[in-house]
């Protein structure tokens, strides 16, 4: 049986490789997208969405429309990373259809539900959110009930070591930082399983411009095409021969979870520091007990953070998936 995911996305280049990877894979049951504004603004996330569950057929997937804003902050978009339209300035046809008129939040509470309504274990949903968690910290703080229907959340974001958006804050973070905090609060208050896939091995699933090259000649309009189109804008971008998956390695976290090695620790997340707000403080420290030098004592949550991944691995199986190699 297929594992049914949700993505929140905040489409974004590394977004769409996600996207067309979760609703092409037989392992995944793509139940639902919502999308919440981040790398770019939320009207532009939304068509880059529906234009790449179109261009592989997947009209089937409701896709609803979330928070514009992040709770506090000032919202500061990534198009210098992806494009002015978001999707890499491809001039790739637009889809027009229009998002669910549920709110993304009431989307993913009507999703959740109905799964725990089942009773059935193998209908519960993995949320997997690759974006700021203003979408899922409005969810889970509303609706606590939902938790029930959940297996996981398997979220892109933070870092162990250093940031991205800023030296210490990876950018969903960063863009949002009151929204991961009290997620990761929602996880420990609600006992949801929680990996956070973040920056110690975002970059190093990577594919090069020559295996995609075959398919940028051919231009078959096809999702093959459009992955193919997508790493090569990366490749322009960073003046690189090779470009990350990024959030798309989240996905294959969840359809081959030994690829990754994780360790379980206290994380919490920076909220007042002048050079460091954003940050998730990931606890390594290898003792435990005495405490009492340390005025914040243990973070409330402990989650499953990824340190190392098989890079090679995850971007053959996002290729494959992706270019229709996938027995």
């Known amino acids: ?189 609600l006992g949801i399983a929680a990996t956070m896939y973040g920056l110690d091995v975002f970059y190093e699933p990577r594919v090069s411009r020559a295996a995609v090259q075959p398919l940028l000649d051919a231009g078959a309009g096809d999702g093959a095409d459009l992955a193919a189109r997508l790493i090569a804008f990366q490749c322009d971008r960073f003046g690189a021969d090779s470009a990350t998956i990024g959030d798309a390695g989240a996905v294959c976290a969840v359809i081959e979870p030994a690829g990754v090695t994780r360790a379980t620790l206290p994380v919490r997340v920076e909220l007042a520091g002048t050079w460091s707000r954003g940050r998730t403080i990931v606890d390594r420290r290898d003792w435990s007990g005495d405490l009492t030098h340390d005025p914040h004592g243990r973070a409330r949550s402990t989650i499953d953070v990824c340190l190392e991944v098989d890079g090679r691995r995850y971007a053959s199986l996002w290729f494959d998936t992706v270019t229709g190699g996938l027995a």
């Open 1 to 189: 049986m297929a594992l049914p995911v949700v993505l929140d996305v905040d489409t974004g280049v590394d977004d769409a490789c996600a996207l067309l990877l979760a609703a092409q894979h037989p392992a995944l049951d793509l139940r639902a997208v919502t999308c919440v504004g981040g790398n770019a603004p939320l009207d532009m996330v939304v068509t880059n969405t529906f234009t790449v569950l179109d261009v592989v057929g997947r009209q089937d997937v409701p896709v609803a429309a979330g928070a514009a804003l992040p709770l506090l902050e000032d919202p500061v978009d990534a198009r210098h990373v992806h494009g002015r339209d978001g999707l890499g300035d491809l001039g790739w046809p637009r889809s027009t259809r229009v998002p669910d008129p549920r709110h993304a939040v009431e989307l993913l509470r009507d999703v959740l539900l109905a799964a725990a309504a089942t009773a059935d274990p193998a209908e519960r949903v993995t949320l997997v959110p690759l974006a700021p968690l203003t979408n899922v910290a409005l969810l889970l703080r509303t609706y606590p009930q939902v938790a029930a229907g959940l297996r996981e959340i398997v979220f892109m974001g933070g870092a162990a070591a250093e940031g991205n958006a800023t030296a210490s804050a990876e950018f969903n973070v960063f863009h949002d930082p009151e929204a991961a905090a009290i997620v990761l609060d929602a996880c420990a208050d």
